[in-house]
C-alpha cells in the first residue's frame, strides 16, 4: 500500500527510478476536481515567478507573508484554503493578483497539501517557475534587497538550473525577555488572532522573533549529504525539542521551494521534489520558519484535532507535551543561539552560499 504522505520514500534508496510516478501525478490531475475556483483565475506570470501557497486560518501571518513576497518581485499568487474559519480567505480576495481556491477535503490524502499544488501548476503552470511555501515559510538570499525572485531565477536558469533549494532556519524568541512566556497561548482555534494584532512586515517577526541555531558552534544545524543530488539539513530547534522527547530520529528540514516545472516535477515528498537529478547540491537561498511563535499553542491544539499532519501529527504531540512542562520556553541557548540580521549572517554561519552574480 502506497503511503498517503510520502509516496517518493522508496525512490530515494534507488534514486533513478520511481515505480509510483504515473499514479502520483494521475492522482494529482484528479485532485483538481477536490479545489473550488473562488475568484477570477489569474494567469501564471510567464516571464516571472507565480507563488502558490496551501494555508489555513493564517489571517495574522498573512499581510506579512504578502508584503514579504510581493517586495521581492512575486505579482501573482494562487493561494489554496483548506477549511479556513477565520479571515484568511477575505485577505486573499483583498490582494491584486491572486487566484482563491477552496477546498474541504483532506490535506493528509492529498500529500500534505502537494497534490493540490500539483493539480494547479500542471494545469496552468507548465514551464513557468513556480515558489511553493508555507504561510510561515519566508524566502531569503544573500542580494535580494538588489536582486528580486525574478532575477534569480533567470540567474539560476543562466547557471544551469532549474530549481532552487534552501534550508528551513527555525527562529525563535530570546524567551527571557517575554513576560509570560515565548508561547502563551492567544485563543482557540480558528480564533487564535481575534484580539491579537495581524504581522505586517517579516521584520516585525524578526523584532520578536530574530533567534536561530548556529551550524557553526557545533550543537547546531549541520548539513548532510545524501547524495543523488540532495543536500539535506539537520538539526535546529525543533530537533533539540524531539530529543527532549525521547523521540530522537531525525527529520529533513530542507525544502526546494523554488522550481521552473515541466510534465513530471512532483513533490512526491514536500521536502524532496522529482526527478531528484534536479535539485541542486548548493544551498543558495533560505526559508525562516515562524512556527515557534506565541500562536503555536493554538496551532497545536488545531492540528490534535485536525488530525492531518504527518506521522499522526507526533510532533504536536510532543510539542503539546513540551508546552505543559514548561520546557518549550527554554528554547533560546546564549552558547547556541544567534541573531539574523540578514541572509549575510546565514552565509557567515555556513548555511547558505551566496551566488557569485549577485556579490558583484
Not at 493528509?108 to 493539480?119: F, Q
Not at 534552501?166 to 488572532?193: H, N
Request: aromatic share 10%; with cysteine.
Amino acid at each position: 500500500m502506497i503511503d498517503d504522505i510520502d509516496w517518493i520514500h522508496d525512490s530515494i534508496r534507488t534514486p533513478g527510478q520511481w515505480r509510483n510516478e504515473g499514479e502520483y501525478l494521475r492522482r494529482c490531475d484528479a485532485a483538481f476536481d477536490e479545489l473550488q475556483l473562488m475568484n477570477e483565475l489569474v494567469p501564471f506570470h510567464v516571464d516571472g515567478v507565480t507563488l502558490v501557497v496551501v494555508v489555513r486560518n493564517e489571517e495574522r501571518l498573512l499581510p506579512a507573508f504578502f508584503a514579504h513576497y510581493r517586495a521581492l518581485g512575486v505579482q501573482v499568487f494562487h493561494v489554496i484554503d483548506n477549511g479556513s474559519v477565520d479571515r484568511t480567505a477575505a485577505i486573499v480576495r483583498e490582494q491584486e493578483n491572486a487566484t482563491l481556491w477552496y477546498t474541504e477535503s483532506s490535506f493528509r490524502a492529498a500529500g500534505l497539501g502537494c497534490m493540490w499544488v500539483g493539480a494547479i501548476v500542471r494545469r496552468y503552470g507548465l514551464g513557468a517557475w513556480v515558489l511553493h511555501v508555507d504561510a510561515d515559510e519566508f524566502l531569503v538570499y544573500p542580494g535580494m534587497e538588489r536582486h528580486d525572485v525574478r532575477s534569480l531565477a533567470a540567474t539560476l536558469a543562466r547557471r544551469g538550473q532549474s530549481r532552487c533549494s534552501a534550508p528551513m532556519i527555525d527562529m525563535y524568541a530570546d524567551d527571557r525577555s517575554l513576560p509570560g512566556g515565548t508561547f502563551k497561548a492567544v485563543g482557540e482555534p480558528g480564533q487564535e488572532t481575534r484580539d491579537v494584532a495581524p504581522w505586517a512586515t517579516v521584520r516585525d517577526l524578526l523584532d520578536r522573533y530574530p533567534y536561530f541555531d548556529s551550524a557553526a558552534r557545533g550543537r547546531g544545524y549541520r548539513l548532510v549529504d545524501h547524495g543523488h543530488g540532495m543536500l539535506g539539513l539537520h538539526g535546529g530547534a525543533r530537533m533539540r525539542m524531539r530529543a527532549q522527547s525521547g523521540w530522537g530520529s531525525e527529520f529533513w528540514i530542507g525544502k526546494t521551494p523554488l522550481i521552473r516545472w515541466h510534465a513530471r516535477t512532483a513533490y512526491g515528498n514536500v521536502h524532496v521534489p522529482w526527478p531528484f537529478n534536479e535539485n541542486p547540491r548548493q544551498l543558495q537561498a533560505a526559508l525562516l520558519h515562524f512556527k515557534l511563535t506565541d500562536a503555536l499553542p493554538a496551532k497545536i491544539d488545531e492540528a490534535l484535532v485536525y488530525r492531518q499532519h504527518a506521522y499522526q501529527a507526533r510532533e504536536y504531540h510532543i510539542m503539546s507535551q513540551l508546552m505543559r512542562t514548561g520546557q518549550l520556553d527554554q528554547i533560546f541557548d546564549p552558547k547556541l543561539s544567534i541573531r539574523y540580521e540578514s541572509p549575510d549572517t546565514l552565509v557567515a554561519d555556513g548555511l547558505i552560499e551566496a551566488l557569485p552574480e549577485f556579490t558583484r
